[in-house]
């Protein structure tokens, strides 16, 4: 397996009046060809961040360091504004939540759709239209010829992100980072818009970082998950290991909240996790967790956390051993 | 008012819009709701679920009051709505939408935007609003010091809870739900349900629940009506739908449903692909293009409803594949 994508300590900090926001603190992950890293986490830990950050498309205020971002091998880190244009529209694309945010209103899905692809392959309009037709058609929309010649508000929320995903598509890029792609769209197309990424990434070995609050997403797709609290990756492994053996407190509290069809009876209290995610303003003390855990203790407050090993190539950033923390992931599990 | 009367039914509602395709082409019938007849006693929580653009959240405005049905009647505690000033409808129904971040006025504090359906409805006099909005934030678990803030300080929970208290300050018997907390992360969301759990108990209180997501409406819901393309196309209460799925559709959609386990892989839905253009609808069932059973007569002739059972066990399905016959074995 080869390295697609390769970043770390990335961080991401937006000064603001109040003091810096450290919104992204020294995340470090990888993806292979033909592998989906999910990554999941509290609403505002920073995953829009990090996608943004790699696409260098961070709100102008925001500062972006890292030691290492690096593409099949290329380093972002050192590219100037164009040269990052390029990879965008044809090594990596981004799929966003909102479609309106890459879809313009002004031009026609056709025109959007080729016109990526003539800037950054050798094709005719000819050869740009057919490749439009046909993935359009692959994300499952109907009549696709005849929807070339529409404008983005012409279409329902589900076709726009529908036409979002294809044009993403356009070039066959290396690499593709979607930020909560199907959370608008119901069930059966959420199933066929996966299985069609699922599907054209193993045709074409692409890298896929999906973000997602869908642990059902998570679980079906992911190779690895990382998990993010608070800026930082908490715990990092498996599909497998996340899901059967969650190592931190917080991935632990997270897998508690679903409810699980035929285990949960109904109307039943879900778990939850009580209380708010620190400020991002400056520096966390201690464990960042720490004022929601279950299981901390006078420690958590104090010192730093470190990531630490599990087996198995896991990986979670808590001061408890790995002997109770498997401990605490079993008792979740029979929970 | 019996036992039995639903607190709210609708009889062959239609809501149909005039839409342009094209700059310069005609314009044309939408039907966005296309015939729904359905009943919610009070104490139930309908779970309400379909593809995207069904008619979903245009049937919520319409029994809100925000949107005028074309044809049909919507019946309030077996009264006409037509009978009820805006204020009375308001009283009984209110909604709690999908985005608590659009939803909220910016400019406004959290006190001013729980006590506005108060001022509005004139329902409250000036002295009493202050206490009455404390004591249903306290009851969605807001704290007293949120009252003069604003929602950009709130987290996205908080901000739902916010609309939840918006909604219940009036004392509605029935509280729709449009996707409650599809924009919340799962904490937040696990917060959210178990809260509206808590209040309906407290509150007796009445929900139609709208979502995508298979697993809440399962959790939350006692019945469950599906749409498709502006029609219920099934409806039965929720142990019985999810063990019997009858319509074919209700069939794709829980085999899409991506359970929280590893390895299992993304289902193929068998669906196809043939998405159907609610301007320009499918002849025979609706469903036909998409349908993995589709049979002949699908193609030429529209299903009629297939009812059986009444009241609480009250269930549908529409389809060729439940003859009358067949239905009533059952
Ligand atoms: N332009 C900005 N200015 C100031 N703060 C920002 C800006 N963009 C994001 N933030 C803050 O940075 C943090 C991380 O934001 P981000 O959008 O990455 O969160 P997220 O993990 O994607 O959350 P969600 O799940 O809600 O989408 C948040 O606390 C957010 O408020
Ligand atoms: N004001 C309007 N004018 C014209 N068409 C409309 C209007 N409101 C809704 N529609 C159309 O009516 C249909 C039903 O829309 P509705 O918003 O009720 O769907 P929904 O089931 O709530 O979808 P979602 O799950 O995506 O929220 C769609 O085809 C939509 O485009
Ligand atoms: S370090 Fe302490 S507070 Fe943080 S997750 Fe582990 S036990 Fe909980
Ligand atoms: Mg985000
Ligand atoms: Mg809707």
Do not use: W
């Not at chain 1, 000819?126 to 994300?139: D, G, M, Q």
């Amino acid at each position: 397996m080869s390295r697609i994508l390769e970043v770390e300590n990335l961080r991401v900090d937006i000064p603001l009046e109040s003091g810096t926001l450290h919104a992204v603190r020294d995340i470090s992950f990888h993806v292979d060809k033909g592998e989906t890293l999910c990554i999941v986490g509290e609403s505002g830990c920073g995953k829009s961040l990090t996608s943004l950050a790699l696409m260098g498309l961070l709100p102008t205020k925001a500062i972006r360091t890292a030691n290492r971002l690096s593409l099949g091998g290329r380093d972002l880190k050192t590219l100037n504004e164009t040269q990052m244009a390029d990879i965008r529209g044809s090594r990596m694309a981004m799929i966003f939540q909102e479609p309106m945010t890459s879809l313009n209103p002004a031009y026609t899905i056709g025109n959007q759709l080729a016109e990526a692809m003539l800037r950054h392959r050798k094709v005719n309009p000819n050869e740009a239209r057919e490749r439009a037709i046909y993935l359009l058609e692959k994300v499952g929309i109907t009549a696709a010829a005849s929807r070339l010649g529409q404008y983005p508000h012409q279409l329902s929320g589900g076709l726009r992100q529908r036409v979002m995903i294809a044009m993403a598509l356009m070039c066959g890029p290396d690499m593709i980072l979607a930020d909560e792609p199907t959370t608008a769209l119901d069930v059966t197309i959420q199933a066929q818009i996966l299985h069609l990424l699922a599907n054209l990434q193993k045709e074409f070995e692409m890298g896929l970082v999906l973000i997602t609050h869908d642990l059902g997403i998570v679980a079906r797709v992911a190779h690895r998950v990382a998990v993010m609290y608070a800026g930082q990756i908490v715990e990092e492994g498996t599909v497998e290991d996340i899901f059967r053996r969650p190592m931190h407190p917080y991935t632990q509290g997270l897998l508690r909240c679903i409810p699980i069809p035929g285990k949960t009876a109904r109307g039943a209290h879900l778990g939850s996790i009580p209380g708010m995610v620190p400020s991002l303003i400056g520096d966390l003390k201690g464990c960042a967790f720490a004022n929601r855990c279950p299981h901390a203790f006078s420690d958590c407050n104090t010192t730093d956390v470190a990531l630490r090993d599990a087996s198995g190539g896991q990986r979670y950033r808590c001061l408890l051993s790995q002997e109770a923390a498997t401990q605490n992931a079993r008792e979740a599990a029979t929970a | 008012m019996s036992a039995q009367t639903p607190i709210l039914e609708t009889k062959d509602l239609r809501c149909v819009f005039t839409v342009r395709q094209g700059l310069f082409k005609a314009k044309k019938p939408l039907a966005a709701v296309n015939g729904v007849s359905l009943q919610v006693r009070k104490g139930e929580i309908l779970g309400l679920v379909g593809e995207s653009g069904c008619g979903k959240s245009t049937l919520a405005k319409i029994l809100l009051g925000l949107q005028d049905p074309t044809a049909g009647a919507l019946l309030i505690d077996g009264k006409p709505s037509s009978s009820f000033s805006r204020i009375d409808i308001a009283r009984r129904v209110q909604p709690i939408f999908q985005d608590p971040f659009s939803s909220l006025n910016p400019r406004k504090t959290i006190g001013d935007i729980i006590s506005l359906p108060l001022r509005v409805h004139k329902l409250a006099r000036r002295d009493e609003i202050r206490p009455k909005v404390l004591d249903i934030m306290d009851l969605c678990g807001l704290s007293k010091r949120f009252y003069e803030s604003y929602p950009n300080q709130l987290s996205g929970g908080q901000r739902q809870r916010v609309a939840i208290a918006r909604a219940l300050i009036m004392r509605p018997e029935l509280v729709i739900c449009d996707e409650p907390t599809s924009a919340l992360d799962v904490s937040v969301q696990s917060q959210i349900l178990n809260l509206l759990t808590d209040l309906q108990k407290e509150l007796n209180l009445t929900y139609i629940l709208i979502s995508h997501n298979l697993a809440v409406v399962e959790h939350m819901a006692t019945h469950v009506a599906v749409m498709y393309l502006g029609r219920l196309v099934e409806q039965a209460p929720t142990d019985e739908l999810f063990r019997n799925p009858r319509h074919p559709y209700t069939r794709a959609l829980l085999d899409s449903v991506l359970t929280p386990e590893p390895g299992m892989g993304v289902p193929d839905s068998q669906l196809g692909a043939a998405f159907p253009n609610p301007i320009d609808p499918p002849r025979g069932c609706t469903f036909h293009p998409r349908c993995p059973k589709a049979m002949d007569i699908c193609k030429q002739a529209a299903p009629t409803p297939i009812v059986s059972g009444a009241g609480a066990d009250y269930d549908m399905v529409e389809c060729h594949l439940y003859g009358p016959q067949e239905a009533r074995a059952a």
